[in-house]
């Protein structure tokens, strides 16, 4: 399936890629209790926008897509408080990739709202 003309694809992408590669860096405890949290989330932010892309009613999808985006922000932000990220670096970029993805699903879901009335 060709995602090319499909920025919220690329962007959820990067942001899997991306937490893969940090939570490597976790610590032992954090790897394989939030670190585990992030990479999951971040997959099925992936598949789900994958799914709205496909579906029919792609309002149900794109609200679930964007809810899902708000509680990563809190996964990343409860990630920082209990000092799981290596660098705040990794924080700063993390919260940026899931802040453009939940603009990017709201800004979907608004334009699907339009065309659908």
């Known amino acids: 399936m060709q995602y090319d003309n499909l920025p919220i694809y690329k962007s959820a992408l990067d942001f899997c890629v991306y937490i893969e590669t ?3 860096g976790f610590g032992k405890y954090e790897k394989y209790t939030i670190g585990e ?3 999951n989330y971040s997959k099925e ?4 926008v994958h799914k709205a892309n496909i579906s029919f009613d792609k309002k149900d999808k794109l609200e679930l897509l964007r809810d899902k985006c708000e509680e990563v922000k809190m996964l990343i932000q409860l990630s920082k408080e209990l000092k799981a990220f290596k660098s705040f670096k990794q924080f700063e970029v ?3 990739l899931i802040v453009s993805i939940a603009r990017q699903s709201q800004a979907w879901l608004n334009h699907y709202a ?3 009335k």
């Open 114 to 116: 339009r065309v659908t």
């Open 94 to 96: 993390s919260s940026k």
């Open 22 to 24: 940090i939570v490597k």
């Open 37 to 39: 949290d992030l990479r």
């Open 45 to 48: 932010i992936l598949f789900l």
